[in-house]
């Protein structure tokens, strides 16, 4: 069954629900279809008055914060044993190539990783464990998280929602399309994410395989 098409036989209250815990969980650690889930609400909001879209983007939200406010605690206390914890349990997002493609990005851009990490399918998983494991000021992390969390759970809402409300009719008809884009759109940043986390991880390598000689002269103590 299509999951908006499913979504249609739940109640509003259980919408509301459901949101907020995969996108809870999903921002915590868990891959989970949070964008999807989103994005299928969001249209069914626009074309059900059942569902109020402002509970809606607040549910969404509060996930969003939460779960990763969960997932960088969680990360703090387990530092790097979790994540080869995870590692084991889902390779295909904790492999050794994602999270270094992740702490590169943590370390080139600080918390404003945690807070574009929102918009990247991938590094939303990642953003609050790593954050904790790479000890991150919480205050820093807390700022980038909300206004992240916000900017993309609201936002995605009222994008979507308005978009639904101004072409009700045509996406009655081809509401799939909208969970289409959203699929693609997530695929190809895995895509881009998995090449640029194998260039880092092969200059990882490559840097730990050829270690810095000593300056011309040093002589020893």
Request: charged fraction near 15%.
């Amino acid at each position: 069954m299509h999951v908006q098409e499913w979504l249609e036989t739940v109640p509003a209250v259980s919408i509301y629900i459901l949101v907020g815990v995969v996108i809870g969980l999903e921002s915590l650690g868990i891959p989970l279809p949070g964008e999807i889930v989103l994005v299928s609400s969001a249209l069914l909001a626009s074309q059900h008055g059942d569902i109020n879209p402002y509970v809606l983007g607040a549910c969404a939200t509060a996930g969003a914060i939460i779960g990763d406010s969960i997932g960088y605690a969680i990360g703090r206390k387990g530092g790097r044993p979790l994540l080869a914890w995870l590692g084991g349990k889902f390779p295909k997002h904790f492999g050794e190539a994602n999270i270094a493609m992740a702490e590169r990005s943590f370390e080139k851009w600080g918390m404003w990783a945690v807070f574009f990490g929102r918009f990247v399918a991938l590094l939303r998983i990642f953003a609050g464990p790593l954050a904790g494991v790479l000890r991150m000021p919480y205050w820093k992390f807390a700022i980038a998280n909300v206004f992240g969390g916000i900017l993309w759970a609201g936002g995605t809402t009222a994008v979507i929602y308005s978009v639904g409300v101004v072409a009700e009719a045509w996406l009655k008809r081809f509401s799939w399309l909208g969970l289409v884009l959203a699929v693609l759109v997530g695929l190809t940043s895995m895509l881009v994410l998995k090449s640029r986390a194998k260039k880092a991880a092969a200059q990882a390598e490559a840097r730990a395989a050829d270690p810095v000689p000593e300056p011309v002269g040093a002589t020893a103590n």
